[in-house]
């Protein structure tokens, strides 16, 4: 392992944010990274770049990629196979990998970007599936100790777009694999996503495969959502936001095209794509960043933007939804 000198940190996040790092090192396996841990504690992880901002230069930090790969068998039986999977897999790769096997559970959350390490942290999620749900352990490293640690399903304390490694446990350990619990037959298929619906009936299948599933949502994702790879971008800026049944009544007798998924008797969650839109930011460009002309829930990076005008951008989108809505819009991206 060698520590690298002043590296530019624009190839290694997906908004393309020009930030340098004073020290940076790749780590390629368990015994390299608890290794490095018996002399740096002060880390600054990195894993696919895909899910934070970055508004300035990583000084005093070391910052680290996992780059940690393999897919192994734990066990299987007739209906479902356990998989445990290293943090550094690529999260899209693997879930295509899965379809070719026929394993199911993931298809769902096709083209996310991103590492597999980092899928617990933000419990990713789409069209109607959360990662949690086929999560069965979480193997991590202590950085203060080096040694490993393994977390339960339940001792990650999953929410919506959260965990309890983005809370109390917060830059005390390091993801290194998970392990997921997913079919091989009788597949749960999650089609009560309207969009879902429309590409399988444009396609005429009645029947839908996972892999089916998967294209779908990989259809739908590449119509509205930028590459990262052509335009700077994070996916999902904001989470939709959960508001009251009281709050949501109150906005639909004022905006009665407000969407809506209900989810209890006490609870609605509204699109913050579609709050965005209507506050006017939709395709509207701010110097070197601006919300996508396709999603309003994306902030995008034209090229040359700073972490800090982008944030600048999400600071005037959130006071608008406030001053409209009276709904406190979350970042869901990870502002460094």
Not at 136 to 147: L, P, Q
Request: hydrophobic share 40%; aromatic share 8%; with cysteine.
């Amino acid at each position: 392992m060698k520590i690298a000198q002043n590296i530019s940190l624009k190839p290694y996040n997906t908004f393309g944010i020009d930030c340098n790092a004073k020290r940076f090192i790749q780590v390629t396996s368990l015994f390299e990274l608890q290794e490095l841990l018996k002399t740096e504690k002060d880390l600054f992880l990195l894993s696919g770049g895909s899910n934070m901002l970055l508004t300035k230069d990583i000084e005093q930090e070391l910052v680290v990629q996992l780059n940690i790969k393999g897919i192994s068998i734990d066990r299987e039986n007739e209906q479902n196979v356990h998989l445990t999977v290293n943090a550094g897999e690529n999260w899209h790769d693997f879930v295509l990998w899965c379809i070719e096997q026929n394993y199911g559970g993931l298809e769902n959350l096709s083209l996310i970007p991103g590492f597999v390490g980092t899928c617990p942290i933000q419990n990713i999620g789409a069209y109607g599936v959360e990662v949690k749900d086929r999560i069965t352990r979480v193997e991590t490293v202590e950085i203060a100790s080096g040694k490993r640690v393994y977390f339960s399903n339940e001792e990650c304390e999953f929410g919506y777009r959260n965990s309890v490694f983005k809370n109390a446990l917060k830059g005390r350990y390091i993801i290194t694999a998970v392990t997921f619990e997913l079919s091989k037959n009788k597949h749960q298929l999650h089609t009560k996503y309207g969009a879902i619906n429309e590409e399988l009936k444009r396609k005429n299948i009645e029947v839908p495969t996972i892999k089916d599933i998967s294209d779908a949502v990989i259809a739908i994702r590449q119509s509205k959502l930028p590459d990262p790879s052509e335009i700077g971008n994070s996916g999902s800026f904001f989470k939709n936001p959960v508001i009251s049944t009281t709050h949501f009544q109150e906005l639909q007798n004022e905006f009665p095209e407000i969407p809506s998924y209900p989810i209890s008797d006490t609870e609605v969650k509204v699109p913050a794509g579609w709050l965005i839109e209507q506050a006017g930011f939709k395709g509207k460009r701010f110097g070197a960043c601006g919300v996508h002309h396709k999603q309003a829930l994306v902030l995008v990076n034209y090229g040359n933007a700073t972490g800090k005008e982008v944030f600048a951008l999400a600071q005037e989108i959130k006071k608008a939804i406030k001053n409209k809505f009276s709904i406190a819009l979350e970042i869901e991206v990870n502002i460094i």
